[in-house]
């Protein structure tokens, strides 16, 4: 059975502090990794998909990476508006792009 | 704006009564689901569907239906409420053609039904 688990459940930074969020997974058959944005009373939004180990992929501050058992999505020099839930999912093949989440880390970003 | 619409944003229930919540997608996507999420819990995928007319069971189907007639609809239906289904409800679609995994699945803002 596909499972992902993501570290920490939550993380409070001062602003320009870096740290990295973990999502592990197993899954039978690795089609993607996704990691999410979720504000609150909203739904996800898309940041990233990984497709094999050893990708990289990056936006403003945010850089996702994948291996073969986890996926870290490093936030660098964060600002206040970077607070959000972040979602870690895959979808294994042959799934009809059904997707397992993980249940997120909340980050708060503090001025 | 393209995108997924559901509605209602915000509904209570009374253990028993029934309901429909909504979604819409205008972007042409062929593949659409709905998902549960409870505090401190992942996204749960309730059902899916890949196209009109064909639809399929997720992980905690147990107390939903779908149906998809069309490409732009895929309606929830709760019968007979009961509050283990208070949750927040995301419907999302995808597209099934170029790099369907290129710009991840597009989700609506979500139904938050609370069931007493």
């Known amino acids: 059975e596909d499972q992902v688990t993501q570290s920490p459940e939550a993380l409070r930074l001062q602003e320009g502090e870096s740290s990295s969020l973990n999502c592990s997974y197993t899954?039978?058959?690795?089609?993607?990794l996704f990691w999410y944005r979720q504000d609150p009373g909203k739904g996800p939004e898309f940041l990233f998909t990984?497709?094999?180990a050893g990708e990289e992929k990056e936006k403003e501050r945010l850089k996702a990476t994948l291996t073969k058992k986890e996926s870290f999505l490093h936030i660098t020099a964060p600002k206040p508006e970077d607070s959000a839930t972040y979602l870690c999912a895959v979808q294994a093949y042959d799934s009809w792009g059904k997707l397992q989440f993980g249940a997120g880390t909340q980050v708060v970003v503090t001025p | 704006n393209a995108g997924v619409t559901q509605t209602p944003k915000f509904r209570i229930l009374k253990i028993g009564q029934s309901m429909t919540l909504q979604c819409t997608q205008d972007m042409n996507h062929n593949y659409m689901y709905w998902y549960r999420q409870d505090p401190g819990m992942g996204l749960k995928l309730i059902y899916y569907s890949v196209g009109a007319g064909i639809t399929d069971k997720g992980e905690v189907p147990n107390g939903y239906n779908v149906s998809r007639s069309t490409t732009e609809d895929f309606p929830l239906r709760l019968e007979l409420a009961a509050p283990s289904q208070t949750s927040v409800y995301f419907c999302?679609?995808?597209?099934?053609?170029?790099?369907?995994?290129?710009?991840?699945?597009?989700f609506g803002s979500g139904t938050r039904l609370t069931v007493v």
């Open positions: 999302a679609s995808r597209t099934g053609t170029g790099v369907p995994y290129a710009y991840g699945y597009t």
């Open positions: 990984l497709y094999s």
């Open positions: 899954v039978s058959g690795l089609r993607g």
